[in-house]
Nanobody, 124 residues
Framework: VQLQASGGGLVQAGGSLRLSCAMS????????MGWFRQAPGKEREFVGA????????SYADSVKGRFSISRDNAKNTVYLQMNSLKPEDSAVYYC??????????????????WGQGTLVTVSS
């Protein structure tokens, strides 16, 4: 399984970005998917997660109401739509796949495969 994250970049505060994560090697529908982020000098933190079908999602309190996760299993791709971005959202964003398809775990250790990360920088 390989995950390829893309869509990061530089955006002004209040702007939007959509990250994509494409899976190859296995059907995306076999996995729950999570998004995490890591800012310089900080621990990797949970952003959100979605079950295999896309019907159930969970979000960190810090992004609730601003970020949303969706997935297109036919395209083997999961998305993170980020709106109303703040400078504190700046980080490397990682997608991850978990083998328990109904999970929405917040713990990095519950995910089996990770993408390489995409950098998001929000300027004030």
């Amino acid at each position: 399984v390989q995950l390829q994250a893309s869509g990061g970049g530089l955006v002004q505060a209040g702007g939007s970005l959509r990250l994509s994560c494409a899976m190859s090697g296995r059907p995306l529908s076999s996995y729950a998917m999570g998004w995490f982020r890591q800012a310089p000098g900080k621990e990797r933190e949970f952003v959100g997660a979605v079950t295999w079908s896309g019907t159930m999602t969970s979000y960190a309190d810090s992004v609730k109401g601003r970020f949303s996760i969706s997935r297109d299993n036919a395209k083997n791709t999961v998305y993170l739509q980020m709106n109303s971005l703040k400078p504190e959202d700046s980080a490397v964003y990682y997608c991850a796949a978990g083998s328990h398809p109904y999970s929405r775990s917040t713990r990095p250790s519950d995910y089996d495969y990770w993408g390489q990360g995409t950098l998001v920088t929000v300027s004030s």
